[in-house]
């Protein structure tokens, strides 16, 4: 409650301090609404879900590393350069998630 509390309040007083000129007049009354609620919907309803599933995840991902790391020592080497490969990916694909999102959002509004 508090974290939507803090985004919307935050997003609101940069919305109310923005040029007329520069913001009022070219996004409509209804993009705003629709951005606040649904920004405050995805941090009240699903952000704590992810954040238990990222933690299972990464508690998992971790235990299995340390079994490979004990039971085949070689592994070690192959850790590295795979995590470089699977963070430049995700890089990748949070841009392409990104502009996904943006388009969404202004197809909604």
Do not use: N, W
Request: hydrophobic share 50%; net charge neutral; aromatic share 8%.
């Amino acid at each position: 409650h508090r974290c939507s509390f803090h985004l919307y309040s935050g997003a609101l007083r940069a919305v109310a301090a923005a040029s007329v000129t520069d913001f009022f007049d070219v996004t409509p009354t209804g993009r705003l609404v629709t951005c606040f609620s649904r920004d405050v919907d995805i941090l009240d309803s699903q952000l704590p879900d992810l954040l238990h599933m990222t933690l299972m995840v990464v508690t998992d991902l971790m235990l299995a590393l340390v079994v490979c790391a004990l039971t085949t020592p070689t592994y070690v080497v192959l850790v590295p350069p795979l995590l470089l490969y699977a963070s430049r990916t995700r890089a990748l694909f949070g841009a392409s998630a990104r502009e996904l999102k943006r388009i969404d959002g202004v197809a909604r509004a």
